[in-house]
């Protein structure tokens, strides 16, 4: 004899599990993305070190370079987005049975996602943004 709590919490144990290590898994690839994306763009920025210092010494100001690095941020967020927007779709519909009343296409769950990644792109291109705006054109011209 078991109460019904008891039932329950046997028969959901496995898919509350399977949630958890989803979960798990999706936290782990968010920060392995935000963490590629800050090493891509500070790889970029370093090796437009000296193409950023001869800008600002021909009189680009450091909204111009912020405006510059950012667009290159944009531009693979957008990639990511519209990537991981499709395998999304793909594989919700392959998991179909472990969304508990999320469809592949749910607009709010999607939004979420976008919005994310979005908060991602900035926050992993905020340090290598900075750094290149704090370039010193006369330290990277005679480094020449």
Known sequence: MQTLADLVDLETASRSTQVRILALFALIAFAL??????????FSVAQRTQEIGVRMALGARPGDILAMVMR????????????????AYAVGR????????V??????????????????????????????????????????
């Open 94 to 101: 392959g998991m179909e049975a472990l969304l508990a009343g």
């Open 72 to 87: 290159r941020s944009g531009s693979l967020a957008l990639a990511g987005i519209i990537s991981g927007m499709a395998i």
């Open 103 to 144: 469809k592949p296409t749910d607009g709010p769950a999607l939004a979420t996602a976008v919005g994310l990644s979005i908060v991602m792109t900035l926050a992993g291109s905020l340090a290598p943004t900075l750094r290149a705006v704090r370039v010193d054109p006369v330290t990277t011209l005679r480094s020449e």
């Open 33 to 42: 993305a935000a963490i590629g994306i800050h090493g891509l763009l500070s």
